[in-house]
């Protein structure tokens, strides 16, 4: 089918059924024009559970989809590409933490919210990249185990220098493989545009931007520039923001490594078949774990 003629036949469907689609910022533009509801994982988390809608394509990966389903049980929770996971999510056991929990009871246990559901289960609570420091701040213990991304934790840690954080050893495998020096490159070529870097990124590539924040900051970020700008993201950002603002240039380097293939896995045609119930996954959770996990996101949602 012709791409235009799926378009159509998307937003016919989305009348018929009533379902909202809500996408992650790194979706493919097309995908994002589609969307009732787009932002970084934190409005995602928000939205889902202040609405209690009927049924939802959640445009993202696997872990988002737990998250909206975890808020709002009774909302039928899509996910169109039900391979779509994020290899960080699952760098680290439940039994791993537990673990850790007998053996350190005075530490509180932050999660990034890229995790999987059984793991914020037994976590105290969830962050994003955009509340992270927000929360740690704002937790009363002293001593934290910040998991799973090394690179956000370095973050945190650097900006809650009064907190004692232990930090795992997890990564983002996109956004950690940027290479510094190719950076450097970029911004010695445009040496007077400013820079907006994820906090996913090795700590290197962190020190040399101007804006170090979530997806939703470094789009806010860049609109609010007179210019061009630099972004070390998804290249997904840069993409739409290139399609939507005329006259200006937002430059990804290395927009090959900069390529979640999880994001991608989502088209016009997943969510087609998703909308029109001969696709995607019908997010189910345990009930227990679903409980246990909504804590952690609800705390999440009160501190930050
Ligand atoms: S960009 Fe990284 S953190 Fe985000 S979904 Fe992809 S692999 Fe996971």
Redesign the pocket.
């Known amino acids: 089918m012709e791409k235009q003629e799926l378009i159509n036949r998307i937003k016919e469907l989305k009348k018929q059924t009533g379902a909202v689609i809500m996408a992650h910022t ?1 979706q493919r533009p097309e995908i994002i024009d589609l969307a009732d509801v787009t932002g970084d994982s934190f409005k995602l988390a928000q939205v889902a559970a202040k609405e209690n809608y009927e049924k939802v394509i959640l445009c993202g ?1 696997r872990f988002m989809a737990e998250t909206a389903k975890a808020m709002s049980p009774e909302t039928a929770v899509i996910l169109p590409a039900p391979k779509a996971t ?3 999510a699952e760098q680290i056991s439940p039994e791993e933490v537990l673990k850790f929990r007998k053996e350190n009871p005075d530490v509180a246990v932050v999660c990034y919210v ?1 995790t999987t559901i059984q793991l914020k289960a037994v976590c105290d609570v969830c962050v994003t990249s955009s509340s992270a420091v927000n929360i740690v701040k704002n937790i009363p213990n002293k001593k934290i185990l910040f998991l799973p991304d090394k690179n956000l934790g370095s973050f945190v840690a650097k900006m809650c220098p009064e907190k004692e954080v232990t930090i795992w050893n997890g990564y ?4 950690n493989a940027v290479p510094v020096d190719e950076v450097k490159k970029v911004i010695d070529m445009y040496p007077d545009i400013p820079v907006a870097v994820h906090p ?1 990124c090795p700590k290197e590539i962190v020190e040399l931007a101007d804006l170090a924040g979530s997806t939703a900051e470094i789009i806010d970020f860049a609109k609010a520039q007179k210019g061009d700008v630099i972004i070390v993201t ?1 290249r997904q950002v840069a993409n739409y923001l290139n399609e939507k603002i005329e006259g200006r240039k937002f430059i990804t380097p290395c927009p090959d490594i900069l390529t ?1 293939k ?2 991608d896995m989502t088209d016009l045609e997943t969510l087609y078949n998703a909308l029109k119930g001969e696709g995607g996954e019908d997010i189910q959770l345990d009930e227990d774990i679903r409980v246990k996990a909504k804590q952690s996101i609800d705390r999440m949602l009160e501190l930050g």
Not at 172 to 175: A, E, G
């Open positions: 790194y990966v994020c290899p960080m890229n983002c495998p996109v956004h996913e998804e979640c999880d994001m």
